[in-house]
């Protein structure tokens, strides 16, 4: 009897435990979308400098995607342009630290720190994006822990996006920054670090940026990579938009349906147009890249 009870309770164990790795093994990131995007590639007309690429539009029942979380780029043959509405990413050196990339907005930055070292903090200078030391910097990261700087004022909007905040509070701004940020939770059914709902507003020598995390994992699903969309209240005060380093012209450009600049409507068509530079001119081949929140987006090309 004691043995037929033994063998039941290991057999249940055994299941619950399969179930467990499944949902570990198997588990799928809030990020992203479920959009299907339609692409057809246009032939071009001449050598000019200024003809159009691709015309894009989303297949039925698609949602509106923020332009501040898409990144859209187009290879031709074996070499890929970032597309934007004015602005593209200058990608950042292999081992990088710290990795912003531009969104499609040409406002916003995606970006990732390496967190990975369990004895020094990764050191993050806010206003330029860069790479600060234990003397100057706006944030410091290590593995889950984040610490903002003596000096910078800080609010949490809870559950709201980045495009939901376009203001502040100041006399809602707390200076207490001994303790580190509670920016996340912890999901024990599947070990996962979760960023909380929300935006932190910070401000740094006088300007505000909001900032909203979006993971801890990179693209490789490693973790202690916290990934984060980061703005300035007034975008003409953030300097790392005026980094020769970090942001150059887009040679390919986006024509949006409408003047919305802050949603790409479900029911909305963009065009893809060089601009002031010939990438085609002939029969090269070419292929669209278009992610959101870090998520490749499925893409079917139209005849």
Known sequence: MRKRLLGGFVFVVLIGAGFWISLVVNYESDLGTDNV??????????????????????????ESLLWASLELAITVDATTYACGFASQSVPSEEGALVR??????GLTFTT??????????????????????????????????????EDVR?????????????????????????????????????????????????????????????????????????TFQIAALDATLFPALQDSSLVAPSPCLIIAGDEDSVEWAADETITLVENELDLRSGSEHMEL???????????????
């Open 154 to 226: 800080w609010l949490f909007v809870e559950n709201a996006g980045l495009a939901d905040v376009t203001s502040v509070d100041a006399s809602q701004a707390s200076n207490n920054t001994a303790d580190r940020l509670e920016w996340y939770d912890y999901d024990l059914a599947v070990h996962r670090v979760n960023p909380k709902d929300g935006v932190y507003v910070i401000e740094v020598e006088e300007v505000w940026y909001k900032l909203k995390f979006m993971s801890y994992y990179n693209n490789e699903d490693e973790s202690r990579y916290p």
């Open 37 to 62: 995007l339609s692409v057809g590639y246009s032939t071009p007309s001449s050598d000019g400098v200024n003809d159009a690429l691709a015309t894009l539009e989303f297949e039925d029942g698609a």
């Open 100 to 105: 912003p990339r531009l969104g499609a907005d």
């Open 112 to 149: 990732e720190v390496d967190a990975t070292d369990e004895e020094r903090f990764t050191h993050l200078n806010i206003a330029t994006l860069g790479l600060g030391n234990e003397s100057a910097h706006t944030m410091r990261f290590s593995k889950t822990d984040i610490f903002l700087a």
């Open 289 to 303: 890249i278009v992610r959101y929140e870090g998520q490749e987006v499925k893409i079917v090309e139209t005849s």
